[in-house]
């Protein structure tokens, strides 16, 4: 008869089966207490995943990741993760990261991700746990951090390495080019903006405002909205606006243009260069009547249905009533008002005092549209936005980045927008995380390297 013992055979064999049998149950209880991240969804090349107890997978399509793994693939090899709450992100070749913290429950606003890059780069596209706050998803290194804020975008810890990739191209840089009209600089309740193809996307400081797009506020929200010629507008709730239009470009100031309507609710607006290089340029559009302005701050309530109430406490305004006929322009000076409604004017006084002027808000213009003359070294955390916005930062500064732009996080502390887009991003063949065909993207990706190396 068979026993259990320390040493000997074949007991000693049967110990030995045991403990391993231990080893592996241990192991599985504890990856069964972290909160499960995602899956591979596909894997190329070597890679591994090392959990905090210090067990190690193969990085391969439909391996479970948890809180806590730490992720590495090696060179050539890259990896695309898909998250619980619909973040989709793909590991660079010789990248590493860990999974610091995850929390997702479908409506809980407690919702967090946290993720540690130590080495290499990510291509990301964002799920809901950045798109319902834009504190809850992080991308933390040791140069700079990553708020995600709902963006789709591209981030890479760069050295020396950075700079010879982006040789090896052979083309030419686009410039950086801020391309949204204006961002929000504050932002209370649930403020959401809806382009023409009704998409709508809710907003955080620092998203964007283009010429097209109509905003729209909750019952108790508000928002500052800035421009690139720094004029402001302050939204109250139960507001819609639409950017009508809106032209700006620094070295031609004279040659911008801005038309804002207010189609509900109520707004205190403050005009900025565009105006005071042509105040023709500037117009405000409402129910019951067009407003022209002279170097302006204004209010704006139209938050009773047929009536408008225009106060002036800057400058000066002209109110041109709708719907009356033979009514001239009817100027309006600082502190003074006018009610107006389809079939009457008449004075009124300022309504909209609980709501923030505009001209009261710190802005930095520089933080939100200012592209730097220096390219620099570009080296420290770079990311590249292709949708939405993310908010990269320093521990003492920070630039917030919209579709189209990037940004660097130097290790002297310094974040700005470079002048051009760098080549090693603008030529990424790496797959992006929501690529049709990885595979095929990757196989594309080595021939390109091969035909970039080889040609003479």
């Not at 309740?189 to 400081?205: E, M, S, T």
């Not at 507008?233 to 207010?262: C, M, N, W």
């Not at 565009?274 to 139209?302: F, H, M, Q, W």
């Not at 992006?432 to 021939?447: E, G, I, K, R, Y």
């Amino acid at each position: 008869m068979q026993t259990l013992s320390r040493s000997g055979s074949p007991c000693g064999v049967h110990w030995h089966r045991a403990a391993l049998l231990g080893m592996a149950l241990f192991t599985f209880g504890a990856h069964l207490s972290a909160a499960t991240v995602g899956e591979v969804s596909f894997s190329r090349g070597a890679g591994s995943a090392l959990s905090p107890s210090g067990a190690q997978r193969i990085m391969g399509t439909g391996l479970a990741l948890n809180e806590g793994d730490s992720l590495a693939t090696s060179t050539g090899a890259t990896a695309i993760i898909k998250l619980q709450d619909g973040t989709k992100l793909t590991m660079r070749s010789q990248s590493r990261l860990v999974f610091e913290k995850f929390r997702y429950t479908d409506g809980a606003k407690d919702n967090a991700l946290v993720i540690k890059l130590t080495e290499g780069g990510v291509r990301v596209v964002s799920g809901e746990i950045s798109k319902a706050a834009p504190d809850a998803a992080v991308i933390q290194t040791n140069v700079g951090t990553l708020k995600m804020m709902g963006g789709n975008f591209d981030a890479r810890i760069c050295g020396p390495e950075c700079q010879v990739e982006s040789g090896k191209t052979g083309g030419k840089p686009s410039p950086t080019v801020v391309s949204a009209s204006a961002k929000f600089v504050s932002v209370e309740g649930d403020l959401f903006a809806v382009p023409p193809d009704g998409n709508k996307r809710k907003v955080f400081v620092g998203s964007p405002v283009n010429k097209g797009e109509s905003l729209e506020s909750g019952s108790k929200a508000s928002g500052v909205v800035v421009f690139q010629d720094d004029s402001r507008l302050t939204i109250s709730g139960g507001t819609q606006i639409k950017i009508d239009d809106y032209r700006f470009d620094a070295k031609k100031p004279a040659e911008g243009t801005s038309a804002v309507s207010l189609l509900s609710g109520s707004m205190r607006a403050l005009t900025g260069v565009i105006a005071k290089e042509n105040v023709s340029a500037v117009s405000y559009n409402t129910p019951t009547a067009t407003i022209g302005i002279r170097g302006t701050g204004l209010d704006l309530d139209c938050s009773s249905a047929g009536t408008c109430n225009f106060f002036t406490w800057l400058g000066a305004i002209t109110v041109l009533p709708k719907g009356q006929t033979n009514v001239p322009p009817i100027f309006i000076s600082a502190g003074s008002g006018l009610q107006v409604t389809p079939t009457r004017t008449e004075p009124a006084g300022p309504t909209l005092q609980n709501l923030t002027r505009p001209d009261q808000v710190p802005v930095d213009l520089k933080q939100l549209f200012t592209v730097s003359d220096s390219a620099g070294n570009q080296v420290g955390l770079i990311v590249s936005v292709q949708e939405g916005t993310v908010e990269l930062a320093s521990d003492e500064k920070k630039v917030y980045l919209s579709a189209g732009e990037t940004g660097v996080a130097s290790p002297d502390g310094e974040v700005s927008r470079p002048p051009t887009k760098p080549l090693f991003i603008e030529f990424d063949k790496t797959p992006q995380p929501n690529a049709v065909n990885p595979l095929l993207q990757s196989l594309f990706s080595d021939v390109s390297v091969r035909t970039v190396e080889t040609c003479p």
